[in-house]
T-cell receptor, first 113, second 111 residues
């Protein structure tokens, strides 16, 4: 089975800190995604990557950046964390092409105080 | 703009009481519609992909159907372990690899 591993289950940070969320997949998937999930708003795409060093903005990229130096690893960076970035962050990967099913990690619940 | 609306927001069923979850969508052109299940504290897990109107797919007590405007997830004789949030997502023409998700339907099945 495909495994998507997110480095932290819970994270508490202070306003203004630089925050790194790490995601690793073990099945040689081409595509990787970062979503955030908020009550009443559903899943919203922050960034995605379809190849190493390639990235595309999703629907809500402001305040975030990403890095994909290796195929299996996709990092989400909050340059200066703010309280409105408190959320559940979900990483996902898919084999290749737009219609492949997504495999999700278990999520990182980030609290910014 | 692509839109996905799921209804109802929450549904409570008695064990064995069959029902349906609705996903209505508005897209320029549908390439695929996805159903996912999400348990508390976990990431969503893939259930089905539907590609064209009239298509149906089944898995155990779940059956997904698709029309040109909406999809239904029918749950037959549900059990408490079917309790979860069910997410619908669409992939539209020209959307690269982006999916648009609905807000989800939280299903509770009482024993």
């Amino acid at each position: 089975d495909v495994k998507v591993t997110q480095s932290s289950r819970y994270l508490v940070k202070r306003t203004g800190e630089k925050v790194f969320l790490e995601c690793v997949q073990d099945m040689d998937h081409e595509n990787m995604f970062w979503y955030r999930q908020d009550p009443g708003l559903g899943l919203r795409l922050i960034y995605f990557s379809y190849d190493v060093k390639m990235k595309e903005k999703g629907d809500i990229p402001e305040g975030y950046s990403v890095s994909r130096e290796k195929k299996e690893r996709f990092s989400l960076i909050l340059e200066s964390a703010s309280t409105n970035q408190t959320s559940m962050y979900l990483c996902a990967s898919s084999l290749s092409g737009p219609l492949e099913k997504l495999f999700f990690g278990s999520g990182t619940q980030l609290s910014v105080l | 703009e692509d839109q996905v609306t799921q209804s109802p927001e929450a549904l409570r069923l008695q064990e064995g009481e069959s029902s349906s979850l609705n996903c209505s969508y508005t897209v320029s052109g549908l390439r695929g519609l996805f159903w996912y299940r999400q348990d508390p504290g976990k990431g969503p897990e893939f259930l089905f992909t539907l590609y064209s109107a009239g298509e149906e797919k089944e898995k155990e007590r779940l059956k997904a159907t698709l029309t040109k405007k909406e999809s239904f997830l029918h749950i037959t004789a549900p059990k408490p372990e079917d309790s979860a949030t069910y997410l619908c997502a669409v992939h539209a023409t020209g959307a690269n690899s982006k999916l648009t998700f609905g807000k989800g339907i939280t299903l509770s099945v009482r024993p």
